[in-house]
């Protein structure tokens, strides 16, 4: 068993304590007062074991997925991969719905009281009820809306309607649109793990992402819906910034941001994934201004049919503190909510995400030693007052690409103590026993560099790659996150890693916020969605989706989720 394995499974451990205490803490707390107002704490649910029609299918697509998943993705055409997957995560879904039957699992579970098909027949003049939608938001306002739709701004409720007049009313149909729709989030992750860090670590990714536990509550909720639509946001602009129709997929990311906005408030946190697509692509200045254009149709159309978002808001919190919000204590869902975190993704993306911190720490180090070198201090080894040292005492003006300790921008210090400068690119400085530490390279190679670097008035390609001299240099190399990173290129297991990890800080600042206590299974799955592709960095992959889809069963068939 390696040691990465260890501290994989440690972590894991870890998470699992975190659920035990969450259980048992607040067990506790809703037996001796009942504030945390849901049935199975930490997550909003009955203990009932029961097993229903869905439980067979269920069981087999568990099973497909363990024993042919990294195959079939490993092998299969890549548009191939994306159809397989989407049937995969949607059939997956279908069958923990249907665990709970048809009518509870799919076709009444958004037709409850608080649901959004409570209110169809209240939006047959839509802009009326839209100029009139946040006098309804309040508990003592006349009328006020159900707590989903008081929840959200218009356009999630307007999709059901939307549903309604096209002949697909009814509760049936916003419970197979939610999850078919919902399926697409897989595929949309993939496109981006792709575009941004390499096909084969999207193909890795694939068979997590589509046996997540998080699809016991994609089927039945909208939330699966809006994951949907903001990963096909983020997607499309991962294609935009790689190059691939950049305007097309500007426009189109920009117009599904604008919309993820007014079907939930708290999916404004999915622009910290979006900036890390905009920091990891090459064409972000040239697709921001169709970006931008895009994300504002949405709000201009909602502000001129006369919906503020801003005060629907206002009102949103003030709401959220006079029901349960203002009884369910933060103490405890501040943390208890990461515990539900741990079940909705699963073991896998714990692991995962572990890997994805220990692969992501060294860039951290690297881009706080960049920033410090650009406002002019000394690197940390750098010995005060003078150059940085490389092997045995050659001062080198580049980078010299050998040992870790010979690295550094500027000069450096080589063999003998000869100053070396203006040496062509690829060069080797030989120690005084013979050996070569390593080529030189990003040196002045241009015919105006003489001994001594460029010459007054010239800039070498050296000094422009390093982003040493010329006024806004160092602020283009940390925009293009190639300064920030010492000149290196990123590799696709660290583009992932800073991927998951901009997800995982969305959920940290909606946990962080207290407007998200409980219920955050359903809630917090636009986020969710992104955590599994970590499975790609993991050995052993049957393994671990075997514990995804364990997991994923015992949830479903041991507990009444409210979703």
């Known amino acids: 068993m390696t040691r990465d394995l260890l501290r994989d499974l440690a972590a894991v451990l870890v998470a699992a304590l975190l659920v035990v205490a969450a259980i048992l803490v607040g067990t506790a707390i809703e037996r001796d007062d009942g504030t945390l107002h849901v049935g199975w704490p930490p997550l909003y649910a009955y203990w009932e074991p029961h097993v229903g029609p869905g439980t067979p299918a269920a069981l087999v697509v568990a099973a497909a997925v363990v024993a042919y998943g990294p195959r079939l993705a490993a092998r299969l055409p890549w548009r191939a991969l994306l159809g397989a997957a989407w049937a995969t995560a949607t059939a997956w879904t279908f069958s923990l719905a249907l665990v ?7 076709a009444r579970r958004l037709t409850t009281a608080y649901e959004y098909l409570q209110v169809i027949d209240r939006f047959d003049d839509i802009p009326r009820a ?9 508990l003592h306002s006349p009328d006020h809306w159900p707590p989903h739709v008081a929840g959200h701004p218009p356009a999630a409720t307007l999709t059901f309607v939307l549903l309604d007049r096209i002949g697909l009313g009814g509760g049936a149909w916003a419970g197979v649109w939610c999850i078919v729709v919902g399926a697409t989030a897989a595929v949309a992750v993939l496109v981006t793990v792709r575009a941004l860090a390499g096909e084969d670590l999207a193909r890795r990714a694939a068979p997590f992402l589509v046996s997540a536990p998080a699809a016991v509550w994609a089927g039945t909720s909208a939330d699966g819906y809006f994951a949907a639509v903001a990963a096909w946001a983020v997607a499309l602009l991962a294609l935009a910034v790689t190059g691939r129709r950049p305007r097309t997929a500007a426009l189109g990311s920009g117009l599904l ?9 708290g999916l404004m946190l999915i622009a910290l994934v979006a900036g890390t ?8 200045l040239r697709v921001l201004p169709l970006l931008l254009a895009g994300t504002a149709v949405v709000p201009l159309v909602f502000t001129l049919l006369g919906f503020d978002w801003w005060e629907a808001y206002r009102l949103l919190v003030e709401r959220y503190y006079e029901g349960a919000g203002g009884i369910r204590p933060y103490g405890y869902w501040v943390w208890a909510n990461l515990a539900c975190t741990v079940l909705v993704v699963g073991p896998a993306a714990v692991a995962g995400l572990r890997r994805s911190t220990a692969t992501a720490a060294p860039l951290a180090r690297t881009a706080a030693r960049s920033l410090t070198r650009r406002t002019g201090a000394l690197p940390a080894d750098a010995p005060a007052g003078g150059p940085a040292t490389g092997p045995a005492g050659v001062a080198v003006t580049g980078t010299v690409n ?15 103590g000869v100053a070396v400068n203006g040496l062509p690119t690829g060069a080797l400085i030989s120690s005084a026993n013979g050996s070569t530490p390593g080529p030189v390279t990003g040196l002045a190679t241009d015919p105006v560099a003489g001994p001594h670097g460029p010459r007054s008035g010239s800039e070498s390609p050296a000094a422009r790659d390093a982003g040493a001299e010329g006024p806004g240099s160092g602020w283009r190399r940390l925009l293009g996150g190639r300064r920030l990173l010492g000149g290196r290129p990123l590799s696709g297991e660290q583009r992932l890693a800073l991927l998951v990890l901009a997800a995982a800080l969305a959920i940290l600042a909606a946990d962080l916020s207290g407007m998200s206590k409980a219920e955050t299974e359903r809630i917090w799955l636009p986020f969710a969605a992104w955590l599994p592709a970590a499975g790609a960095l993991l050995t052993r992959p049957r393994g671990w989706l075997a514990a995804q889809t364990v997991l994923a069963l015992l949830l479903n068939h041991l507990l009444l989720t409210g979703w």
């Open 130 to 138: 839209l100029r009139e939608f946040t006098g309804h938001i309040l």
């Open 402 to 416: 050998g040992p870790a300790d010979a690295r550094t921008n500027g000069t450096a210090t080589g063999p003998a």
């Open 277 to 284: 697509v905009l920091l990891l692509g090459r064409r972000r």
């Open 100 to 106: 709970d039957g048809w009518q509870r699992g799919i």
């Open 257 to 265: 941001f604008g919309l993820t906005g007014y079907l939930s408030y």
